[in-house]
C-alpha cells in the first residue's frame, strides 16, 4: 500500500534521527514505512523497473528533505567515495525557539502573500507553519499592512535560489547601453533598493563583475551547470550605486512642479546660483542659455541626486516641460533625442 | 494528492512541537493555529499515531493520549523524538526578503525591525538579499499615516499626483502596502469618492483627523482604473521591459519586435511610458494614443529649446 509522502518522509527523519551510525539505502528500502521493497521472486525486468522507481522516489525524498532545512549527512565510502548511508543529528536539525512575541509573528505572516505566486511563496509558508510550532495561539486581527513583490517575482526566485545554490544563470537582458543581449552570470547578492531590484554578479563572458536590474531581465532564468559551481568574493562590494552609475543634475523647475525632484533635489537660490551660472559658462553653456534658465525667467533651479540616469530621464520627460536639465549634458540631449523619437512615431 | 508533501510534513512536526510546548491542545485550536480544518488535524494526528521507528510496534511509535484523543484533545504520551525541524536558508530568505521590502519602503510596523533582525541572525553571512533603505519617504509623513491607519481615523493629506498636479485630499486609510519596495496606502479617497493607492513618497504632509474610518477597505489590492480602450505598440524589443510592466498588457513577439497590446485607464500615463522607450518604437496605434504622445513630446521640445 502506499503511503502518503508526507508520512513517508516523517517516518524516514525518524529513522535517520535513530540510526546509531548510519542507514544504508538497502536499510531504508527494506525497513521504513512507504518504501517498496524488493518483490520476492520477480523477473530480472520486474525488479528492475521496481528498482528504479525506488531511486527516484528516494532521490526526491532526499531533495525535499533538504529542501526543508534538513540537515541530511551522506556516510561515503572512504576508498571509492561512493555514497553509503545517511545520518540526521537530531541536535543540528531541530528548530531553535525564537522568542518571537505574538506581534513578531503576525508581522512575519506578510511574508506569505509577498512572493505571491513564485517559488519562495512556497518556502515562506513552510517557515510560518515552522514558526508557529513555537507560538502560543493567540487570536489576532490582520494587520493593516501588506508587501507585495510585483516585478519579475518569478526571476527574483530563481535568482535567489541560484545565489543560494552558487550556481550560474543565464537570461535575456536589456541595458542602456548595449541593448539587448543574452547574459551568464555567476550571481552573488540581490540588493534591494528603493522600487527596485539589483543583482550583483560576475558576467561570466566578460569577466568583470556587473550589477544588472532585475526588472530589465525579461522571459526565464535558467539554472546552468551545478550548485557550488563557483565561489563567491569573500567581499561583495553593495556601494554599486554611488560612484559608477550615479551622480547628481542640475534641473530648473517651473514654480508649483517637479515636486517629487524637489523633495529630492537642493534648491541653488542666491549666490549658490550664480555660482552655477558661472560654472555653466566654464563648461560651455552660451549666455544665453544661463540666463534663460536663471530664477529671473520664471524657474527654480536645483540639484537633484540620481542613481540611474535613464530614471530620471524618464521622471523628466514625464514632467512635460516643467524641467528643464542644465547638466550634464548627455542627459539633456536624450530627453531632446526622445522628444523627436516619439514625434516621428507619433507621425506615422 | 490532495495536499503537497511538505506542507504536511511541516505540519505534523508542528504539531508535536506545539503540543509538547503547550502540554496538551485541544483540535480546535491546532486547526485554527495551523490554519486547517478540524477534521484535517484528526487525521494527521492518526498518521502521527501510526509513525514511529523500524518495527513499527509498541514502543517503536508516536503515542497520545488515547482518552484525551477522544475528546478531541492531543497530548504526547511519546514523541519519539519529533521536533519541528529549523528553517531552511531558503525559507529564512523568503521572510526576510518580504520584510526587508516593508522596512525599505519607509511605511514598516515598528516590530517589523526586531522580528527582521531574529530571523536575519539566523541566516548569518549567507544572507543573499541585501535591501538598501532610501529615505524617500518623509519619515513624519509615515509615522503620522501608521497612527492613522491604526487607530482607524481619516487624514488630511497634500498630495503630489503622477502628473504633477498638487492636491489637498480626505484620506480614509485601510493599509499600508509595499509594492516592489515603494509605500502606498490604500484608501478611500473622499475627495475622488473612490478607491485610492497613494504613495508616501507623493505625500508633502499628513496631519491627523478627528473622523473615523467609515469606508470599508476595497475588495482586492490594487489599482481601481478601468480601461477605456485598447492601444496596440510595437517596438524593439530592447523596451520589452517597460511594456511587461503595462496593467493587463499581452505580449506577442513579431520577428525582432515585440507587440503589446493593453487596456488604456490614463491616457497621459500611458503617453509618459510611451516616450520614456521612444527610441524603440515604431508603431502605435489608435490615433488618440499617438496625439498624445505628441503633445507631451511637443512640450519637452519647447522648454529644452526656451
Known amino acids: 500500500m502506499a503511503t502518503d509522502a508526507a508520512e513517508r518522509l516523517l517516518n524516514l527523519i525518524i529513522a535517520l534521527t535513530h540510526a546509531p551510525r548510519r542507514m544504508t539505502r538497502d536499510e531504508i528500502r527494506a525497513t521504513v514505512a512507504g518504501y517498496t521493497p524488493r518483490p520476492r521472486g520477480a523477473t530480472e525486468a520486474d525488479a528492475k523497473k521496481v528498482d528504479a522507481a525506488f531511486e527516484r522516489m528516494f532521490e526526491r525524498d532526499k531533495d525535499d528533505l533538504r529542501r526543508m532545512g534538513v540537515p541530511l549527512h551522506t556516510v561515503t565510502d572512504p576508498y571509492d567515495g561512493a555514497d553509503i548511508g545517511y545520518k540526521i543529528v537530531a541536535a543540528d536539525a531541530a528548530m531553535p525557539s525564537l522568542d518571537l512575541t505574538a506581534a513578531e509573528v503576525a508581522v512575519l505572516g506578510l511574508a506569505a502573500e509577498y512572493w505571491q505566486g513564485a517559488t519562495l511563496g512556497d518556502d515562506a509558508r513552510l517557515a510560518l507553519t515552522k514558526v508557529a510550532s513555537h507560538t502560543p495561539h493567540q487570536v489576532s486581527e490582520p494587520l493593516p499592512w501588506a508587501a507585495l513583490a510585483t516585478a519579475s517575482k518569478d526571476a527574483t526566485s530563481v535568482l535567489v535560489d541560484a545565489i543560494y545554490e552558487r550556481q550560474r544563470v543565464r537570461f535575456d537582458y536589456t541595458s542602456v547601453s548595449s541593448g539587448m543581449a543574452r547574459r551568464t552570470v555567476e550571481p552573488w547578492r540581490l540588493v534591494v533598493r528603493g522600487g527596485n531590484e539589483y543583482l550583483l554578479g560576475l558576467d561570466v563572458d566578460k569577466s568583470e563583475a556587473r550589477t544588472y536590474r532585475v526588472s530589465r531581465v525579461h522571459g526565464t532564468v535558467k539554472l546552468l551547470g551545478e550548485s557550488g559551481d563557483f565561489e563567491r568574493p569573500a567581499t561583495i562590494p553593495t556601494d554599486i550605486f554611488t560612484a559608477s552609475t550615479g551622480g547628481s543634475a542640475i534641473i530648473a523647475l517651473r514654480p508649483e512642479s517637479g515636486h517629487v525632484l524637489r523633495s529630492r533635489g537642493t534648491r541653488l537660490e542666491g549666490a549658490a546660483a550664480q555660482d552655477l551660472a558661472v560654472e555653466l559658462v566654464a563648461i560651455g553653456a552660451t549666455a544665453s542659455e544661463v540666463e534663460g534658465s536663471h530664477e529671473a525667467a520664471g524657474w527654480e533651479i536645483f540639484t537633484v541626486p540620481y542613481d540611474h540616469l535613464d530614471i530620471l530621464r524618464d521622471e523628466v520627460l514625464a514632467l512635460r516641460g516643467a524641467a528643464k536639465v542644465m547638466a550634464p549634458e548627455p542627459l539633456a540631449n536624450s530627453i531632446v533625442d526622445h522628444a523627436r523619437r516619439a514625434l516621428e512615431v507619433a507621425h506615422g | ?306
Not at chain 2, 37 to 59: C, E
Not at chain 2, 67 to 83: K, N, P
Not at chain 2, 152 to 176: F, G, Q
Not at chain 2, 196 to 211: E, I, P, Q, Y
Open chain 2, 1 to 306: 494528492m490532495a495536499e503537497k508533501a511538505l506542507p504536511r510534513l511541516t505540519r505534523l512536526l508542528g504539531i508535536m512541537t506545539y503540543v509538547h510546548d503547550q502540554g496538551e491542545a485541544t483540535f480546535t485550536e491546532l486547526a485554527d493555529h495551523f490554519g486547517v480544518t478540524t477534521a484535517q488535524i484528526r487525521k494527521d494526528i492518526v498518521a502521527l499515531w501510526s509513525s514511529g521507528l523500524p518495527g513499527y510496534s509498541g514502543g517503536d511509535l508516536i503515542d497520545f493520549d488515547a482518552y484525551l484523543y477522544d475528546q478531541d484533545v492531543a497530548s504526547i504520551v511519546d514523541s519519539q523524538g519529533v521536533t519541528q525541524i529549523k528553517l531552511s536558508t531558503r525559507e529564512a530568505v523568503a521572510l526576510v526578503g518580504a520584510l526587508s521590502s516593508l522596512l525599505a519602503s519607509g511605511a514598516a510596523p515598528d516590530v517589523a525591525v526586531s522580528a527582521y533582525n531574529k530571523i536575519r541572525a539566523i541566516l548569518g553571512a549567507e544572507d543573499p538579499v541585501t535591501v538598501v533603505p532610501t529615505a524617500e519617504v518623509d519619515p513624519a509623513v509615515a509615522q503620522s499615516l501608521r497612527a492613522s491607519v491604526v487607530a482607524h481615523k481619516v487624514a488630511d493629506i497634500e498630495y503630489v499626483d503622477a502628473s504633477d498636479r498638487r492636491t489637498s485630499r480626505v484620506i480614509e486609510p485601510h493599509r499600508l502596502v509595499a509594492i516592489d519596495g515603494v509605500a502606498y496606502v490604500e484608501c478611500f479617497c473622499r475627495r475622488a469618492q473612490d478607491y485610492r493607492m497613494l504613495r508616501l513618497d507623493r505625500m508633502v504632509s499628513v496631519t491627523a483627523g478627528d473622523d473615523d474610518v467609515v469606508a470599508p477597505p476595497a475588495d482586492e489590492t490594487g489599482f481601481s482604473l478601468v480601461p477605456q480602450f485598447e492601444a496596440t505598440v510595437v517596438a524593439a524589443r530592447g523596451a520589452r521591459w517597460v511594456l511587461e510592466d503595462l496593467p493587463g498588457v499581452v505580449l506577442t513577439d513579431v520577428g525582432d519586435d515585440v507587440q503589446a497590446t493593453f487596456g488604456v485607464a490614463d491616457l497621459d500615463w500611458v503617453a509618459d511610458r510611451l516616450l520614456a522607450i521612444a527610441p524603440y518604437l515604431r508603431t502605435v496605434a489608435p490615433q488618440s494614443v499617438r496625439d498624445a504622445l505628441a503633445d507631451h513630446a511637443h512640450a519637452v521640445l519647447a522648454t529644452a529649446a526656451s
